[in-house]
């Protein structure tokens, strides 16, 4: 690897330090078209490169503790704009790992994802124009596989924690369970455990799984499926033998660890019959968990990370109302913050501006006189891309992409990825079309067809 590392730096990572690195990789799950997150993630990013704070990608943060824990045998599944997820990680060197991927024209689901990832080369193909798998099969024991647009402060200490349990109870499958609101049962898996041990720490509970409810408004259970998983390769191997394309015209499904894996493994889905002794297990997590499923969900995550109960390294100077990039223009003294506040690199903040609580401003904004920001976050200039794929790139942008908040205005509740706002905006999604007009939708805004 190109980045020596002193030894002592392997020594302190717990892979090393229980002699068990060579034998666990990570498959991160990151192929999800996010039509939820549209038009961003048609236009702009995949969601597990939506940024943090200004700047973090989502998923750069699974990386980053990764290699913490020594683990530097990284792939990502991609689909969705998946070249801006390769320029961004690139071979992995940056980071310490050495990441490879797999593209998926067609999502071919978490099994699929995950199977690919793994077993790589020695994977089924279940299209017949499935494309070529580039990777070579994972020869060690255990993966590590989480969803790219998790966002946790599940570090590398409670992924160790976690590997204990899973190589104790001999487990085939092992996933973190996150407690949810009740009234939101309806939007997750959720998990009964059969007699559960209670544990010290921010790890409760540790139990096998009794029971799997997706997306059940009535089950008896709040312990959601937080998509943090550590699988067995020889359990892929078995589940890789039953597994079909990821279409709801297949006539008996198998590419889903929600819909059909966890079933399965429980003696639960009748078509799939799997070794009675492959054990899954749960721990419960009491820490932060967000799954960054909607638009709200996303500014939502960006105020717990201003508010510090999301661990997440800005590369902005930090202070008491917040963080503050380089080259920014601003006299404190004559604007406003309410903090928490960002403001990212090469900002100008005229006086007169209030600014929070929690507004996140990307690098290279111009916010004039008298406009308000609160409650929303404004992206740095990133890539476009047209209806035909064709990418404008952020340089090129900066012609008809002025990122101005005008005198007077208020933003509120607002995702602007970029624009000369001149009017009053409260819970839109801003952004700036291809011919140069603003694009303006409300939050919530879903598009009409299947969300993979």
């Known amino acids: 690897m190109p980045i020596e590392f002193d030894s002592a730096y392997w020594d302190g990572c717990w892979t ?33 490169l939506f940024p943090l704070g200004g700047k973090m990608p989502m998923a750069e943060m699974w990386v980053r503790r990764l290699v913490e824990s020594g683990i530097t045998d990284v792939s990502m599944n991609l689909c969705v704009l998946s070249d801006t997820i390769k320029r961004h990680f690139q071979d992995g060197a940056k980071f310490g790992a050495r990441i490879s991927y797999v593209e998926e024209e067609v999502p071919t689901g978490t099994l699929g994802g995950t199977c ?20 070579a099969p994972f020869r060690g024991s255990t993966a590590i596989v989480p969803s790219g647009d998790i966002v946790t402060n ?24 996150s407690p949810v ?13 059969d007699g559960p041990q209670s544990l010290p720490g921010v790890i409760s509970k540790s139990g096998r799984i009794r029971e799997f409810r997706e997306k059940d408004p009535d089950s008896p259970s709040n312990l959601n499926n937080a998509s943090i998983y550590m699988i067995e390769t020889e359990l892929l191997r078995t589940l890789d033998a039953f597994r079909t394309g990821a279409s709801l015209d297949v006539a008996e499904p198998f590419y889903d660890f929600g819909k059909h894996v966890f079933p399965a493994m429980l003696g639960q889905l009748p078509y799939v019959t799997l070794p009675a002794d492959l054990l899954l297990w749960g721990i419960q997590y009491d820490g932060r968990w967000f799954d960054v499923g909607r638009k709200r969900d996303y500014l939502r995550v960006n105020e717990h990370v201003l508010d510090g109960e999301l661990h997440v390294d800005l590369p902005y100077e930090k202070l008491p109302w917040g963080y503050l990039g380089n080259g920014v223009v601003i006299d404190f003294s004559r604007v406003r913050i309410v903090p928490p506040v960002v403001i990212g690199n090469n900002c100008i903040i005229e006086p007169g501006v209030t600014l929070g609580p929690y507004a996140v401003v990307g690098d290279g904004w111009v916010v004039e006189s008298g406009a308000v920001i609160r409650h929303s976050v404004f992206w740095e200039r ?51 079309l291809e011919d140069g007009r603003l694009g303006i939708v409300p939050i919530d805004f879903v598009p009409t067809g299947t969300r993979a």
């Open 154 to 177: 599940f570090d590398a200490p409670l992924l160790e924690e976690m590997y204990e349990i899973h190589q104790r109870v001999g487990a085939a499958l092992t996933m973190v369970l």
């Open 382 to 432: 990133y890539p476009y891309f047209s209806d035909a794929g064709d990418e404008v790139s952020a340089r090129d942008r900066m012609v008809i992409d002025r990122h101005e908040v005008r005198r007077g205005v208020t933003v509120e509740e607002c995702i602007v990825v970029g624009g000369a706002i001149e009017r009053d905006v409260r819970e839109k999604t801003v952004d700036v």
């Open 181 to 193: 609101r009740w009234g939101r049962r309806k939007d997750f898996g959720t998990v009964v455990l």
């Open 16 to 48: 090393h330090r229980t002699g068990v690195a060579g034998g666990m990789k990570s498959a991160v799950l990151a192929a999800g078209l996010g039509k939820r997150m549209d038009p961003l993630t048609a236009r702009h990013l995949p969601k597990p």
């Open 116 to 135: 690919k990832q793994v077993l790589g080369t020695e994977a089924r193909s279940v299209r017949p124009d499935e494309e070529e798998n580039p990777l």
